[in-house]
């Protein structure tokens, strides 16, 4: 049977070993876990929370930070660390409709306000796509703080540090029986032979790689033109081979972005970049609103 677990979902999974890895694979020749580490300062809106759970946030102007509903569920106080800062938290708001330990991972994504602003670290700049469909084939970094290992053996203690990897985007959530506002990855193996199903790339990307706890709440972001935007948030792990060890052909979980933008922009005045055409589309719904109007008074 399939199962597919929160990255943080308690205390009790926060603080045991059962978590696993992000991954330098030994079969993969010439990649170490320092390719990992060294990948993922390009992306250094992404830090630390703690609060009643520990995880992942990233930085989305200079006073908030976005992260999983479950990573800030139960806290009434957060602490984010990036680089030489430690900041607390003035304000948490998950997100209205998440419950806590949901099955199926809906709405998990909450915003933290900082008590002070960080002004020397450029901020993460969303992307909005035109339809949640928009993120299916594409590359995603994921970034957050999570154990290093092999995708041989899993875990490999505590070995926790900010790294980031690459994994086609290849499935949305409903496809393996959870929010359809997730999308998820699967972990192949070199030789192509720890795939999920028939609709995976059988290629492994370069720094191919699988979630892990405590990367909870890290971002996925995705390459357009010349910069890297945010498009998801990390949230849960899918065990396809009945080894909760984040070992070759499991699975990564974000949620995806797009459906929550107007969510995000409201609570925090934070703007995402619109796909091209997108502006346009709505603004010719809008006039076609204005005419039939018209033709009705």
Do not use: C
Request: proline share 4%; charged share 15%.
């Amino acid at each position: 049977m399939k199962s597919y677990w929160p990255l943080v979902a308690s205390l009790s999974l926060a603080i045991s070993a059962q978590a696993s890895t992000r991954i330098a694979t030994e079969d993969a020749p010439g990649i170490s876990d320092a390719d990992y580490v060294n990948y993922a300062a390009n992306f250094p809106s992404v830090g630390k929370l703690n609060g009643a759970f520990s995880g992942s946030g990233v930085l989305i102007s200079s006073q908030w930070v976005l992260t999983a509903g479950h990573v800030a569920d139960f806290s009434n106080s957060m602490t984010f660390t990036i680089g030489d800062h430690v900041v607390g938290s003035s304000e948490i708001i998950v997100h209205p409709d998440y419950q806590s330990y949901s099955s199926n991972h809906a709405y998990d994504l909450a915003l933290v306000r900082l008590e002070t602003a960080i002004g020397d670290i450029n901020p993460a700049q969303l992307w909005e796509f035109s339809s949640p469909d928009g993120v299916l084939g594409r590359e995603g970094s994921w970034v957050g703080y999570g154990q290093g290992g092999d995708g041989l053996t899993g875990a490999q203690g505590a070995t926790y540090a900010l790294r980031g990897f690459t994994n086609m985007i290849e499935y949305t959530g409903d496809e393996i029986g959870v929010t359809a506002d997730a999308f998820v990855a699967d972990f192949d193996r070199p030789d192509g032979s720890e795939n999920f199903n028939e609709k995976s790339d059988p290629f492994p990307t370069a720094l191919e790689g699988q979630l892990t706890p405590f990367d909870s709440g890290g971002g996925v972001f995705t390459q357009i033109g010349d910069f890297d935007y945010l498009i998801g948030i990390n949230s849960f792990r899918g065990v396809t081979d009945g080894s909760f060890n984040s070992d070759y052909g499991d699975l990564s979980g974000a949620i995806n972005l797009q459906p929550f933008i107007d969510w995000i922009e409201t609570t925090t005045g934070v703007m995402a970049v619109p796909e091209p055409g997108h502006f346009a589309a709505i603004a010719a719904l809008a006039m076609l609103g204005i005419v039939a109007w018209r033709r009705r008074r």
